[in-house]
Nanobody
Framework: QVQLVESGGGLVQAGGSLKLSCAAS????????MGWFRQAPGKEREFVAA????????FYADSVKGRFTISRDNAKNTVYLQMNSLKPEDTAVYYC??????????????????????WGQGTQVTVSS
């Protein structure tokens, strides 16, 4: 099992930047593939970004491609989401998710909310116009 704790959310003006962190418990962090999702009020939780267990492959939603960057530091048991050029429509609660790497059948699994068994409590990101 793994426990996830997100941090780094806050209030920022449009065009600004934030860096989210997700710290994972346990000694097998490198066995997990990680994702970031977000949920705005009244909307479904949606995929934002994902990274494979080695960090060698990353995936992004079209809406954030070129603005957000996901990365991981297995030595620190942490995954990051660098968010640049933020827009008001990026306002949401951002969730970190984890799943064991052997559970993935195809790359697109990492973009599916249902693929992940482990979730953090979320961190609020608010972008003002």
């Amino acid at each position: 099992q793994v426990q996830l704790v997100e941090s780094g959310g806050g209030l920022v003006q449009a065009g600004g930047s934030l860096k989210l962190s997700c710290a994972a418990s346990g000694r097998t962090f490198s066995s997990y593939e990680m994702g970031w999702f977000r949920q705005a009020p009244g909307k479904e939780r949606e995929f934002v970004a994902a990274i494979t267990w080695t960090g060698g492959n990353t995936f992004y939603a079209d809406s954030v491609k070129g603005r957000f960057t996901i990365s991981r530091d297995n030595a620190k048991n942490t995954v990051y989401l660098q968010m640049n050029s933020l827009k008001p429509e990026d306002t949401a609660v951002y969730y970190c998710a984890a799943e064991l790497r052997y559970r993935r059948s195809v790359s697109s699994d990492l973009t599916r909310r249902g693929h992940y068994d482990y979730w953090g409590q979320g961190t609020q990101v608010t972008v003002s116009s």
